[in-house]
């Protein structure tokens, strides 16, 4: 199962593009709005009781001064990928080095600003979640084949 956990519902119509992804590869989810500065100790208690609740990866992102992945990371032993929102005034590089400058000793997989960064937090989730799971590692190869077929068959 993977978490994904946004910091307002102003990142859902990027995320759900991170959930659609988890769906297609039939990955059970659990989607929440939670904020490390606006609830954060609501935050605190669903990262705290992730790995107990099953949760293999938690997708976390945030925009503009963003503390949810880092704080998620900080709470939990499990894999955590950030995903930077795209903010209105400094086009998400202030949620990308809010994301990805961590200190050593507490990881987080940053991705890409925006739409690219959910859905590629949702492929990456899948992979790892494959390395234990043949089922999905052979969905995984079928979209990965599907993918390239698709760019090889393109016409101008
Ligand atoms: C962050 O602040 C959220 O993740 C969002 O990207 C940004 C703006 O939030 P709203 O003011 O739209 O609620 O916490």
């Known amino acids: 199962m993977v978490a994904v956990i946004m910091g307002s519902k102003s990142d859902w119509d990027v995320m759900k ?23 954060p100790h609501a935050a605190v208690d669903f990262i705290s009781g992730a790995e107990k ?3 293999k990866v ?5 925009g503009g001064a ?5 704080v998620t990371a900080a709470h939990t032993l499990l894999p955590v990928l950030g995903v930077p929102m795209e903010s209105a005034s400094l086009k998400g590089m202030d949620s990308l080095l809010s994301t990805v400058q961590m200190p050593g000793g507490i990881p987080v997989g940053t991705l890409a ?28 190869e079928a979209f ?13």
């Not at 988890?22 to 500065?37: D, M, N, W, Y």
């Open 113 to 140: 600003i925006g739409k690219p960064g959910a859905t590629n937090a949702a492929l990456l989730a899948v992979a790892i979640l494959a390395l234990s799971d043949p089922a999905l590692h052979k969905k995984l």
């Open 66 to 70: 963003a503390h949810l992945a880092g």
């Open 144 to 156: 990965r084949a599907q993918q390239t077929k698709k760019i090889l068959d393109e016409t101008l």
């Open 58 to 62: 938690i997708i976390a992102a945030a």
């Open 17 to 39: 593009h991170c959930c659609d992804v988890l769906t297609q590869f039939g990955v059970p989810l659990e989607k929440r709005v939670l904020s490390a500065h606006r609830t």
């Open 53 to 55: 609740r099953g949760v």
